[in-house]
């Protein structure tokens, strides 16, 4: 199977615009999370979606958003970029039943906010 | 308020040695964890897990112990080899059914050969 992908890799944007995030889970996991990862705060969760509902939401502002498709694949949308929103986002993927299953990492999309 | 907490930022240990990655928690309502394994530049590897309902659970060189009493889990490494450098996370679930995690910082480990 192929693993959890994530584009783009990179990405370089200026305070105050926007960006999108996607992310393509492992065939046949219905869930996806998303983390942000930052020296300081290490990883931490933004949220969850299973069957294009949002079930779980980490502690950060409404800037963040995402959404989920039929076809299981996540989009994350950061609005009205900060200097402090740099860091690596991390998808996840996982069968999505229980909440004790193991979750996928994608490799990350690394943003810069200038 | 950090549900995880790993209080080791880094730790070194010799080639051969045991390495032993130390977790606390302060939720109760835990009851499954995991380890992941990060390489720099890569997403986080799904290493090895326990349910609360086992205080021991063994895959190779990976051994994980979960303490409930004292809301402590660990990882034993044994024995370490120079691959298994990287920044090691513990995570619980972070609950209402969901699959969101809840990581510690992450334990940089270095083996020095």
């Known amino acids: 199977k192929a693993g959890v992908t994530q584009t783009p890799r990179y990405l370089i944007k200026t305070r105050g615009q926007q960006v999108t995030l996607s992310c393509s889970p492992i065939s046949g996991h219905r869930s996806v999370s998303w983390y942000q990862q930052t020296p300081g705060q290490g990883l931490q969760f933004l949220f969850e979606?299973?069957?294009?509902?949002?079930?779980n939401k980490g502690n950060f502002p409404g800037r963040f958003s995402g959404r989920q498709f039929s076809n299981s694949r996540s989009e994350m949308n950061v609005s009205t970029l900060e200097l402090g929103d740099s860091a690596l986002y991390l998808c996840?993927?996982?069968?999505?039943?229980?909440?004790?299953?193991?979750?996928?990492f994608g490799p990350g999309t690394r943003l810069l906010v200038l | 308020d950090q549900q995880v907490k790993q209080n080791s930022p880094s730790l070194s240990v010799q080639e051969g040695r045991i390495s032993i990655l130390n977790c606390d928690y302060t939720?109760?309502?835990?009851?499954?964890f995991l380890w992941y394994k990060k390489y720099p530049a890569e997403g986080p590897t799904f290493l090895i897990s326990i349910s609360s309902i086992k205080d021991k659970n063994e895959d190779g060189r990976f051994t994980v112990f979960l303490n409930k009493s004292a809301k402590h889990l660990s990882l034993h490494i044994v024995p370490s080899q120079p691959g298994d450098s990287a920044v090691y996370f513990c995570?619980?679930?972070?609950?209402?059914?969901?699959?969101?995690?809840?990581f510690g910082k992450g334990t940089h480990l270095i083996i020095q050969p």
């Open positions: 979606y299973f069957s294009e509902t949002q079930r």
């Open positions: 995570a619980a679930p972070s609950g209402g059914g969901a699959d969101g995690l809840t």
């Open positions: 939720n109760s309502m835990f009851d499954y």
């Open positions: 996840a993927s996982s069968s999505g039943g229980s909440g004790e299953e193991t979750q996928y």
